[in-house]
């Protein structure tokens, strides 16, 4: 068996991309006696050994780590699996993370699904009973404080997490008697911290950080702001790095509060090169709440450490930025708009006052992040329901004067099944500087022939979509086009060239039926329809190319050409010449 732990393994990648699993193996097994990757793959193929990759949400959402599932799936099942395909692979995954990006994922796969229950109120009281023996009072008491966290939260499912850490703390509070008393959260840290009290995870937080203060002295914003400031760092550091960061939030820090603090049940700590949160989902909770804070705190300041924090874990409607919305329910929309706003300008500023493109590119990327955390947060607050919506948040976000949108950025947004779906309306708008690339869905927004796109970068990476309304005159030549951009334009203009080739051949032959002896002449309605022109004249009595020709003296209705631009449809027919007025025929074709 071979057992490869997440966790542990991030520290370990001494590349910045994880592209096969194979770069897990190499960096949990010691370059003496690594498989060389031709022997894993035959290995593989042949069934020698079990693979268990545990914790595969910890590299997805490591923002340390380039890491796309479709690519490691595909690896798998194409380079690993080519022949005998014996061997078997386990992955365990957080079900909404898993959910989350392989709903991203284009090709088929046939992966078998096993979703793991959390306990039972039976499975519940068999786990108390088993840690507390004969203790009855013991039992009945941490079943009491789990039931009651069950009433006051929207989870109502006996969590592990949370059963271990019932217990934790009633074997280690010395008054037993007043140990509910660490579960009721005081509602000033409530609201300093945006904890919500229909969370589980909030109450555990909370009651272990209480229990703590008193047993350490260390009080409860503290804690809560070393364990934030740990879980924004991507990595494991040493003791100096953690003395250091606790320094900065607790003054008169002395070796007594840094050991306290080693030792708190959050904090994982097996050597002084090694600490971290202790789980992937608590360094997720603390992130959350520092988000909040970020957006609702008056003098908040920007945190280019949370925003790299966020890169990996921020996407369109997603659990985590919809998790963060809803510990701003009592904040007010227009004040997180405001925030929003301002640390948008202080990146913008920050771009105008370096040249360092790879700094210039994190920063727009952090200015989308954010856009697309606003997004998670009004749906959270039932403030986007549909395309409306989403475009009046382009607009608050982003618009320099009525129509004129300015330094958009829209970076790495995929193409995820939301609703509504991340599709924005950009017609009759001009956009200054914009920063467009890796947006999966952008040919298949709204533009119209006042769309312009005036400076910028755009990136397009598909040239697939013939059916886009975004044209070649939207985009202008001081646009600077990377990826597939140029490719995409060319594809359009050949589709435009060949389309009006078309209609202008079809034009050619409908009014050739008319055309006799060197002029044009009337036609009975019932001849125009038997020589294949009956479907076209609905269209060409709409746009007057035709009219009935009422002066007719037969018994039969007939139709004429517009005596307004015969001329036109002359010089056409007979030299091929094409004029605005021809050129508005072909268009309302």
């Known amino acids: 068996v071979l057992f490869l732990d997440s966790a542990n393994l991030l520290d370990k990648i001494k590349s910045d991309r994880v592209s096969t699993i194979y770069d897990l193996y190499k960096a949990e097994i010691s370059d003496t006696s690594q498989f060389t990757e031709e022997l894993f793959k035959l290995s593989i193929d042949n069934g020698s050994f079990i693979i268990i990759l545990d914790g595969l949400d910890e590299i997805i959402s490591g923002s340390s780590i380039k890491f796309k599932l479709q690519d490691f799936l595909k690896t798998i099942f194409e380079d690993y699996c080519f022949n005998l395909a014996k061997t078997k692979i386990i992955v365990t995954c957080r079900d909404y993370i898993w959910n989350e990006a392989f709903s991203l994922i284009s090709e088929s796969y046939e992966i078998e699904d096993v979703k793991i229950n959390p306990f039972n109120k039976s499975q519940a009281i068999d786990f108390f009973k088993s840690c507390f023996k004969d203790n009855d009072k013991l039992q009945r008491k941490s079943m009491s404080i789990v039931n009651n966290m069950i009433v006051s939260s929207n989870d109502k499912y ?6 271990d850490t019932v217990r934790d703390l009633v074997s280690n509070t010395e008054n037993k008697d007043q140990i509910e008393d660490i579960f009721e959260i005081d509602n000033i840290i409530s609201s300093k911290f945006c904890l919500i009290k229909n969370s589980y995870l909030d109450y555990l937080v909370y009651a272990v950080c209480m229990r703590e203060e008193k047993k350490t002295g260390i009080n409860f914003s503290s804690q809560v702001r070393v364990l934030c400031e740990l879980s924004k760092i991507n990595k494991s550091i040493d003791k100096t790095d953690f003395s250091f960061v606790v320094k900065k939030i607790i003054h008169n820090t002395d070796d007594t509060i840094i050991s306290r603090l080693l030792n708190h049940t959050f904090i994982q700590y097996t050597s002084q090169k090694s600490i971290i949160v202790k789980y992937d989902f608590l360094k997720e909770f603390f992130t959350k709440i520092s988000s909040a804070q970020f957006l609702s705190e008056d003098h908040a300041s920007l945190d280019l450490g949370l925003l790299s924090a966020l890169s990996n874990k921020v996407s369109y409607l997603n659990h985590f930025s919809k998790d963060i919305g809803s510990r ?24 105008e006052c370096t040249d360092d493109s790879i700094n210039i590119d994190k920063y727009r990327f952090y200015i989308s992040n954010l856009f697309i955390l606003y997004l998670g947060i009004l749906h959270s607050k039932e403030m986007l329901k549909d395309r409306e919506d989403l475009n009046k948040a382009l607009f608050d976000i982003f618009e320099k004067q009525k129509n004129i949108l300015s330094k958009v950025c829209l970076y790495n947004i995929r193409d995820v099944k939301n609703t509504p779906k991340i599709l924005f309306n950009f017609s009759d708008a001009t956009i200054e500087e914009c920063y467009i690339n890796n947006y999966h869905s952008f040919t298949d927004c709204e533009f119209n022939e006042k769309t312009f796109f005036k400076s910028g970068i755009i990136g397009i990476n598909s040239t697939s979509n013939y059916k886009s309304n975004l044209k070649p005159k939207n985009i202008s030549k001081d646009i600077i086009r990377i990826g597939k951009t140029s490719d995409f334009i060319e594809n359009i203009e050949s589709s435009l060239k060949e389309n009006s080739d078309n209609k202008n051949e079809t034009l050619k032959k409908f009014i050739r039926l008319f055309f006799k002896n060197g002029r044009f002449m009337p036609k009975k309605i019932a001849e125009i329809s038997g020589k294949r022109g009956g479907n076209l004249s609905r269209k060409m009595l709409e746009i007057q190319v035709i009219l009935i020709h009422r002066d007719t003296k037969l018994n039969q209705e007939e139709y004429k050409i517009n005596p307004k631009i015969e001329t036109d449809l002359y010089s056409f027919l007979d030299s091929g010449v094409v004029n605005q007025k021809i050129k508005k025929i072909t268009r309302s074709m």
């Open 158 to 163: 006996y969590n592990p997490f949370m059963l």
């Open 328 to 351: 701003l329910l009592n904040i007010e929309i227009e004040n997180i708009l405001l925030k929003i706003m301002t640390y948008i300008e202080e990146l913008n500023s920050m771009i």
